[in-house]
């Protein structure tokens, strides 16, 4: 189990996401941000924002994503 932050994730906290995976904290990060704006936390909006456009465009995300998973990788 690795954990990164909502920030290290471009997000605007230092919440904890934790998951076996890059893709566990992915999604992690992806319900976080969904219900602090769904509970009115303007804060996350903007990285809310790309996280939608990172799903609707996933060839444009590629570069995020590998960068993620390399950081995901280097935890120890």
């Not at 920030?7 to 893709?23: K, N, V, Y």
């Not at 904290?25 to 602090?36: F, N």
């Not at 303007?42 to 924002?49: F, P």
Request: aromatic share 6%; charged share 35%; with cysteine.
């Amino acid at each position: 189990m690795k954990t990164m932050t909502c920030r290290q994730l471009g997000g605007p906290c230092d919440a904890d996401l934790s998951g076996e995976t890059a893709d566990e904290i992915i999604k992690a990060q992806d319900r976080h941000l969904r219900e602090a704006v769904r509970d009115g936390d303007t804060t996350h909006v903007t990285a809310h924002n790309d996280m939608k456009h990172r799903w609707r465009h996933p060839r444009k995300a590629m570069g995020w994503y590998r960068e993620t998973k390399k950081a995901f990788a280097a935890l120890s």
